[in-house]
């Protein structure tokens, strides 16, 4: 199947395909830590993806403090969804492909590892 190798349509084929938002509450110290560390192996064992700067504050339209990650091929996507199942400990993971439509894409199209937490949607509209 090409869906192995290509997103498929409306996923953007140009840019990165998805983003793994990993969210942690900035005032627990162990999962800052926690965070920190998982930033750091996935940066060592995925070299080959973005991933964007540890951020110790929340921003929009995330709730909490959150790095990103972000994949450019189906493969990619599915090595690293694998890794976080196990990997991302209690930490909760949002998953959301690029489509174009910003609101859609981090709400009806999002999926989640862990705890869901409620996104500001109006930032997104």
Partial sequence: SSSYYVFPDPIDKEGHGFDFHVYF?????NQVKYA??????IKAEFPE????????TPTE???????EINTFNPH???ALFCWLTIERGSL????????GRPYKD?????TWMG???????????
């Fill in 25 to 29: 509450m900035q005032s627990v110290p």
């Fill in 36 to 41: 920190r560390n998982l930033y750091e192996r």
């Fill in 49 to 56: 993806l973005q991933v964007l700067d540890f951020g110790e």
């Fill in 61 to 67: 339209p995330h709730p909490v403090a959150s790095f």
């Fill in 76 to 78: 990619q996507t599915g």
């Fill in 92 to 99: 909760s993971v949002l998953i959301h492909p690029h489509t």
């Fill in 106 to 110: 981090h709400t009806e199209l999002a």
């Fill in 115 to 125: 705890r869901s937490w409620p996104v500001n949607e109006q930032i997104l509209k």
